[in-house]
C-alpha cells in the first residue's frame, strides 16, 4: 500500500521548506493561505507551480507548505526544491529523470558571504588615499 501523503524539504539560501502532497485537485497552501494571496509577484508563482507542469500532476494533488526564513524569492525557490524531493517519493511514477534535468532537485548551494573587519563589506574594502 502506498502511502497518502508525500513529504519533501526544500532550502535555498536561509529559508526552509516543510511541502507535503496529497491526492486531491491541485490547491497549493503556503503557511496556510492560497499560493496567490502569500506570493505577490508573478515570478514566484511559476517558481512554485514549475515541479507540477514538468511532471503534469497540477490537478493530482494538493500542496501544503510550511516556509520560513528568507525572502520571497527565496522561499519560492525553497518551495519549488521540496515540491520536486516530494514527487520523487511517490513511488508508481518515476519523475527523477525530468525533474533532474530541469535542475529542480539540486541544492542551490549559495549563501551571502559573511562580513570580514576591517572592511565595510564581504569584498568592498576602504578607499586608500597616500595623502
Known amino acids: 500500500m502506498t502511502p497518502m501523503q508525500y513529504y519533501g524539504t526544500g532550502k535555498r539560501k536561509t529559508a526552509i521548506a516543510r511541502v507535503y502532497l496529497r491526492p486531491g485537485n491541485g490547491q497549493i497552501l503556503v503557511n496556510r493561505k492560497p499560493l496567490d494571496e502569500y506570493f505577490g509577484g508573478e515570478a514566484e508563482k511559476v ?16 500542496v501544503k507548505v510550511n516556509v ?4 520571497p524569492s527565496g522561499q519560492a525557490i525553497a518551495i519549488r526544491h521540496g515540491l520536486a524531493r516530494a514527487l520523487v517519493q511517490i513511488p508508481e511514477e518515476d519523475y527523477r529523470a525530468v525533474l533532474k534535468r530541469a535542475g ?16 565595510p563589506g564581504a569584498r568592498k574594502r576602504f578607499q586608500y588615499s597616500k595623502r
Not at 47 to 54: D, G, S
Not at 68 to 71: I, P
Not at 104 to 117: F, G, I, M, N, S
Open 47 to 62: 517558481f512554485v507551480r514549475q515541479p507540477l507542469h514538468l511532471t503534469e500532476t497540477a490537478e493530482r494533488f494538493d
Open 104 to 119: 529542480h532537485l539540486t541544492r542551490d548551494a549559495r549563501k551571502v558571504e559573511r562580513k570580514k573587519y576591517g572592511q
Open 68 to 71: 520560513k526564513g528568507g525572502g
